[in-house]
């Protein structure tokens, strides 16, 4: 069994989730939201490292999985959303954990089976797959999604790495 914390990294809001997976078996664990209150971009980014330092201390992950920027129209907000992201994963490589980036697209795809769905298909399923008895929040969902979508890249470079095949990383062979 592996325990991976996903994280949706934002400046106003930050989702997470943590699962464990044994095989092809993935267990909900915990998921919320760390909401950050108005104040200074460096306040809530100290507030996203305390935030998600206090989680990985409380559930002991040992991998993290974490969204990738997106493209954004608003240059500000997409380096916010960086500054949000660094934040996210000094945090988790603070705490010695390997840490791996994900697309918006490959998340989607790994969940949902189309890199084209929306945060609804995503709660969707999230709460599907995890057998949940109520759809979490979007944030929190996505944070999920993100746990899952890694601990499949895991499943899926054991195999390969099994089945003697080299080169392979994260869903493509090199």
């Not at 464990?20 to 100290?46: C, F, H, K, W």
């Not at 979508?149 to 080169?167: D, L, N, P, Y």
């Given at each position: 069994?592996?325990?991976?914390?996903?994280?949706?990294?934002?400046?106003?809001?930050?989702?997470?989730?943590?699962?464990?997976?044994?095989?092809?078996?993935?267990?909900?664990?915990?998921?919320?939201?760390?909401?950050?209150?108005?104040?200074?971009?460096?306040?809530?980014?100290?507030?996203?490292?305390?935030?998600?330092?206090?989680?990985?201390?409380?559930?002991?992950?040992?991998?993290?999985?974490?969204?990738?920027v997106f493209f954004a129209r608003d240059p500000r907000a997409a380096l916010k959303l960086g500054q949000a992201r660094g934040?996210?994963?000094?945090?988790?490589?603070?705490?010695?954990?390997?840490?791996?980036?994900?697309?918006?697209?490959?998340?989607?795809?790994?969940?949902?089976?189309?890199?084209?769905?929306?945060?609804?298909?995503?709660?969707?399923?999230?709460?599907?797959?995890?057998?949940?008895?109520?759809?979490?929040?979007?944030?929190?969902?996505?944070?999920?999604?993100?746990?899952?979508?890694?601990?499949?890249?895991?499943?899926?470079?054991?195999?390969?790495?099994?089945?003697?095949?080299?080169?392979?990383?994260?869903?493509?062979?090199?």
């Open positions: 069994m592996i325990r991976i914390i996903g994280i949706d990294p934002g400046s106003r809001r930050t989702g997470y989730g943590i699962v464990d997976m044994s095989g092809a078996t993935t267990n909900y664990v915990t998921s919320g939201i760390i909401r950050l209150p108005e104040g200074t971009l460096p306040e809530r980014l100290q507030l996203i490292f305390d935030g998600l330092s206090q989680l990985i201390e409380e559930y002991k992950p040992v991998v993290m999985g974490i969204e990738d934040a996210a994963i000094l945090a988790g490589t603070n705490a010695k954990l390997a840490v791996s980036e994900y697309s918006p697209r490959s998340v989607k795809q790994a969940v949902v089976g189309t890199g084209a769905a929306d945060k609804k298909q995503v709660q969707m399923m999230v709460t599907s797959l995890l057998k949940l008895p109520s759809e979490p929040s979007e944030d929190a969902a996505d944070g999920l999604a993100v746990a899952i979508c890694h601990g499949h890249s895991m499943r899926s470079q054991k195999i390969m790495s099994e089945a003697g095949v080299k080169g392979f990383a994260r869903g493509r062979l090199k």
